[in-house]
């Protein structure tokens, strides 16, 4: 579904994707983590078409997404990128209803399909009783599910999210989680998001990518890539960590940055 081949992306002298390889499969949830400035959000961004890659290529769903054309990219991909514009001077209903804009005919009408998808992205979305509340009135937390609606609007094949649970609190974290496991499971969406809550990743994903510095360090199923070692070289830290009904945890034991400080070697200048 989502192919990335030999793919480089040079944004400073301090930062780079480098040679990055990594096939996603029709119907996956798939969690990017990694520290800050590892490149996360840079790599959603290359493979959504935002940025153009240096070296290598994006294959989405069997063309190479730089020869396809950007309505029909909109069609089988959406991205919702981390920071919005939320100064726009437009209703949840009508933000929602944007969404549709790769699938309307000619005219441009907005027709019973559309209206129908709407109305299912503001309820799964739980934003329905907002439909006619402006967005700059909304709290961060309903303004990040008005924003998720518009993009499930779309009814992409594959959805992509960067941080998608920024600015919920604890419950809204859970039903944005759930609303992306429903929307894989009832509508074979393939799912790349990037994550900071590791537990969450590790329960919602059938796989978890970690990058560092720009490369990927770790890929694999949730239950091989939460180790000792993974937390240790990626983020510093020694962990203990948990298997409960088959779902892996881990609670963090000791900071090992020390060293780390003491010789300077932190890197700046990464998105994501």
Same mark, same amino acid.
Request: with cysteine; glycine share 6%.
């Given at each position: 579904m989502l192919?990335a081949?030999?793919l480089s992306?040079?944004?400073?002298e301090?930062? !780079?994707?480098?040679?990055?390889?990594l =096939?996603i499969?029709?119907?996956?949830?798939? !969690?990017?983590i990694?520290p800050?400035?590892s490149?996360?959000s840079?790599?959603?961004r290359?493979? !959504?078409?935002?940025?153009?890659p240096d070296?290598?290529?994006v294959?989405?769903?069997?063309?190479?997404?730089?020869?396809?054309?950007?309505?029909?990219?909109?069609?089988?991909?959406?991205?919702l990128?981390q920071?919005?514009d =939320?100064?726009?001077?437009l209703?949840?209903?009508?933000?929602?209803e944007?969404?549709?804009h790769?699938?309307?005919?000619?005219?441009?009408?907005? !027709?019973a399909e559309?209206?129908e +998808?709407?109305?299912w992205?503001?309820?799964v979305?739980?934003?329905k009783?907002?439909r006619?509340?402006?967005l700059n009135?909304?709290s961060?937390?309903?303004r990040?599910?008005?924003?998720?609606?518009?993009?499930v609007?779309?009814?992409?094949?594959v959805?992509?999210?960067d941080e998608?649970?920024?600015?919920?609190d604890?419950? =809204?974290?859970?039903?944005v989680?759930?609303l +992306?496991?429903?929307?894989?499971?009832?509508?074979g969406?393939?799912v790349?998001?990037?994550?900071?809550d590791?537990n969450?990743a590790?329960?919602?994903?059938?796989?978890?990518?970690?990058?560092?510095d720009g490369?990927?360090?770790?890929d694999?199923?949730p239950?091989?890539?939460?180790c000792?070692?993974m937390f240790?070289s990626?983020?510093?830290?020694?962990?203990?960590?948990?298997?409960?009904?088959?779902?892996?945890f881990?609670?963090p034991?000791k900071?090992?940055r020390?060293e780390?400080?003491?010789?300077g070697r932190r890197?700046?200048?990464a998105i994501g």
């Amino acid at each position: 579904m989502l192919t990335a081949k030999e793919l480089s992306y040079r944004q400073s002298e301090t930062f !780079s994707l480098e040679d990055i390889n990594l =096939h996603i499969p029709e119907g996956e949830i798939v !969690s990017l983590i990694g520290p800050n400035g590892s490149g996360k959000s840079t790599f959603l961004r290359v493979i !959504s078409r935002l940025l153009s890659p240096d070296e290598g290529e994006v294959i989405l769903d069997g063309q190479q997404i730089v020869q396809m054309d950007t309505k029909d990219v909109a069609k089988t991909l959406a991205m919702l990128p981390q920071m919005q514009d =939320h100064q726009l001077d437009l209703t949840v209903g009508e933000l929602v209803e944007f969404g549709r804009h790769p699938h309307r005919n000619r005219s441009g009408r907005f !027709s019973a399909e559309d209206r129908e +998808v709407t109305e299912w992205a503001l309820e799964v979305t739980h934003m329905k009783p907002f439909r006619n509340r402006l967005l700059n009135s909304l709290s961060g937390g309903e303004r990040q599910r008005a924003w998720i609606a518009m993009a499930v609007a779309q009814r992409p094949k594959v959805l992509l999210l960067d941080e998608p649970t920024t600015y919920l609190d604890i419950a =809204h974290q859970l039903e944005v989680m759930e609303l +992306v496991k429903e929307l894989n499971a009832t509508f074979g969406m393939t799912v790349v998001m990037v994550l900071h809550d590791i537990n969450q990743a590790a329960r919602y994903s059938d796989r978890l990518v970690v990058l560092k510095d720009g490369c990927i360090r770790f890929d694999g199923i949730p239950q091989c890539v939460l180790c000792k070692d993974m937390f240790q070289s990626i983020f510093e830290i020694d962990a203990d960590i948990f298997t409960k009904n088959g779902m892996c945890f881990f609670t963090p034991t000791k900071l090992r940055r020390d060293e780390v400080y003491a010789t300077g070697r932190r890197k700046e200048g990464a998105i994501g």
